[in-house]
């Protein structure tokens, strides 16, 4: 079955960098871009951007340029987020989605979500 | 941008209820609608796509229509497991965007 399993809960200094990764099990890696999706506390749902699992070329939302990499490993069907320069702002959970594309594109297939918590 | 906007924000209803979430978009987007369902610290769960399709799994009585601007996703009778945050998504454009959620309690 498919299964996307994300690392564990992060605890960051402001200023600090984090690595949220996304292990994918049950299915072709290369089929099926990645999306990232936050949630900021209390918060909804903002697509952070996706990456084509088969080029590795990513494509980032508005806000999300410059301190997100989307990166991948695909020798172990593992999607990256990298966040640099933590700030307090950036606390919320990082969800990777897998993208199905048929004739319609949604996200079937979440990730449990990875807390990153930013604070001094 | 595509904006996308859900009322009500929140509903109140009992078990049994039928009840309908609508999600207008800013601009047309054919069918390129879908909804998810998320529990408080679970991630959301794909409950329709392409506005009308349901996925697999997903009970009947929940089922989705609209097309162009306006969409709806309708729960025919609900049961204790759907109370829950409802949000609609476009995939018509980028970047992909959200509603801000209809949280659905029990009365």
């Known amino acids: 079955q498919v299964q996307l399993v994300q690392s564990g809960s992060e605890l960051k200094k402001p200023g600090a960098s984090v690595e949220v990764s996304c292990k994918t099990s049950?299915?072709?890696?290369?089929?099926?871009?990645m999306n990232w999706v936050r949630q900021a506390p209390g918060q909804g749902l903002e697509w952070m951007g996706w990456?084509?699992?088969?080029?590795?070329?990513?494509t980032y939302a508005q806000g999300f340029t410059g301190r997100f990499v989307f990166s991948l490993d695909t020798s172990v069907s593992t999607a990256y987020l990298q966040i640099s320069s933590l700030k307090a702002e950036d606390t919320a959970v990082y969800y990777c989605?897998?993208?199905?594309?048929?004739?319609?594109?949604?996200?079937?297939?979440w990730g449990q979500g990875t807390l990153v918590t930013v604070s001094s | 941008d595509i904006q996308m906007t859900q009322s009500p924000s929140s509903l109140s209803a009992s078990v049994g209820d039928r009840v309908t979430i609508t999600c207008r978009a800013s601009?047309?987007?054919?069918?390129?609608l879908n909804w998810y369902q998320q529990k408080p610290g679970k991630a959301p769960k794909l409950l329709i796509y392409?506005?009308?399709s349901l996925q697999s799994g997903v009970p009947s009585r929940f089922s989705g229509s609209g097309s162009g601007t306006d969409f709806t996703l309708t729960i025919s009778s609900l049961q204790p497991e759907d109370f829950a945050t409802y949000y609609c998504?476009?995939?018509?454009?980028?970047?992909?965007?959200f509603g801000q959620g209809t949280r659905l309690e029990i009365k």
């Open positions: 989605a897998r993208r199905y594309c048929g004739g319609n594109c949604y996200t079937d297939y």
């Open positions: 049950g299915y072709t890696f290369t089929s099926y871009a």
């Open positions: 990456i084509n699992t088969n080029t590795g070329n990513p």
């Open positions: 601009q047309s987007i054919s069918s390129s």
């Open positions: 392409a506005a009308s």
């Open positions: 998504q476009q995939s018509y454009s980028a970047p992909i965007t």
